[in-house]
């Protein structure tokens, strides 16, 4: 039998997961964190939670970990996710995303976890048709990085059609995810990282110049659009898919964003604000892939889920900044 309380946390000790971990404890669960450290910090688990490491990609690893703790769900965090790096090395993320899926989602079965939580993104749309995006608008990745989590859909939605009363999805599709716990001691940590609110507040400790890439987009100032996420309010709406399952919502995509675009520059403008200091930056060449504007419709999160996220910018900004300079 299945503990109900008990979470298995696929990629709990990176950015995402870690932050996940912790707003499961304060809720009462018991999460198992499953994590390999590839980009992810041991020190980042909380030490009420257990901690497992293992790969996702050796089906042995997850099945004594699934035998020994019986879940009631996975949360699947752990990927690889840099883009450009995702170009240059295609079969990485095929192996790491799509592959160790597969393999997960097998060790669910035999072990007889029939829900899972998976964590997927904003780059499955590649450059939508119409803003805000909905989750019909087409999907059409333009990197590996976003065709790998598009496949993992695909697999999920088939394998829940095929197993009906045994295994259901919900997958939640990110905008911009920032900021940090407001309590600190997890944040974005690591030599990889190419999001932009990590990149201008290292610029405004003078640690390296900012490069925005291009200045010519179809935008009102040219910088590229995105929408901005705070990483709790983003755990907050997997705390309400997990309950949503009670309720009978199965197999369902939803997009998590706040709504509301920020350019690059207005970014700039509003990090000189939050911290006083001054961002010293570039302009390079526009980054084949990137899409001009990016903003969620968070409609069907807001009205299924009962999703309300609560940071805005500024303590994205702020909660992000006391994590740089810890
Ligand atoms: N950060 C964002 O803005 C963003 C946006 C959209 C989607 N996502 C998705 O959210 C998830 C979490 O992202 P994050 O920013 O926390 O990244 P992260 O790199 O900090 O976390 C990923 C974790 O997974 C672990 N991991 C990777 N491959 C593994 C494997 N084979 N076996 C076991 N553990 C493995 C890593 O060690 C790491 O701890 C990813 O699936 C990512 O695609 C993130």
């Known amino acids: 039998m299945s503990d109900k309380k008990v979470i298995f946390v696929a990629g709990g000790a990176g950015y995402i997961g870690s932050h996940m971990t912790r707003l499961l404890l304060e ?5 198992i964190v499953f994590d390999n ?3 992810g910090f041991r020190e980042f688990v909380p030490k009420e939670a257990r901690f497992v490491r293992g790969d996702l990609r050796r089906e042995r690893d997850i099945e004594n970990a699934l035998e020994r703790y019986r879940p009631s769900a996975v949360m699947h965090f752990a990927a690889a996710l840099v883009v450009p790096e995702s ?7 095929y192996e790491n995303n799509v592959a160790a899926a597969i393999t997960l989602l097998r060790a669910m079965r035999r072990q007889k976890v029939k829900r899972i939580i998976f964590s997927s993104t904003a780059a499955v749309y590649g450059e939508p048709q119409r803003i805000p995006v909905r989750e019909d608008n087409p999907a059409c990745p333009v990197n590996p990085y976003g065709r790998s989590k598009l496949m993992i859909e695909a697999i999920l939605k088939d394998t ?3 197993y009906p009363e045994d295994f259901r999805y919900i997958s939640l599709r990110y905008f911009n995810v920032a900021g940090a716990h407001p309590a600190g001691g997890i944040g974005q940590k690591g030599p990889q990282i190419t999001h932009l609110i990590p990149n201008i507040l290292r610029a405004a400790m003078g640690s390296k110049k900012l490069t925005v890439f291009g200045k010519d987009w179809p935008t009102p100032d040219g910088t590229c659009i995105r929408d901005y996420i705070h990483v709790v309010d983003l755990c907050q709406a997997h705390l309400l898919a997990l309950k949503a399952f009670d309720r009978g919502v199965n197999n369902e995509i939803f997009n998590l964003g706040s709504s509301k675009g920020f350019s690059v520059k207005a970014m700039i403008r509003a990090v000189e604000q939050v911290t006083g200091k001054k961002v010293p930056h570039r302009y390079g060449p526009r980054r084949p892939g990137d899409p001009a504007r990016l903003i969620a419709s968070s409609k069907k999160a807001r009205e299924i889920l009962g999703w309300r996220p609560r940071y805005g910018l500024d303590e994205i900004i702020e909660t992000a ?3 740089e300079n810890r």
């Open 27 to 31: 809720e009462g669960f018991k999460p």
């Open 37 to 39: 450290l590839s980009t």
């Open 321 to 323: 900044w006391q994590w």
């Open 160 to 162: 829940a059609y095929a």
């Open 87 to 93: 170009v240059s090395d295609p079969l990485k993320y």
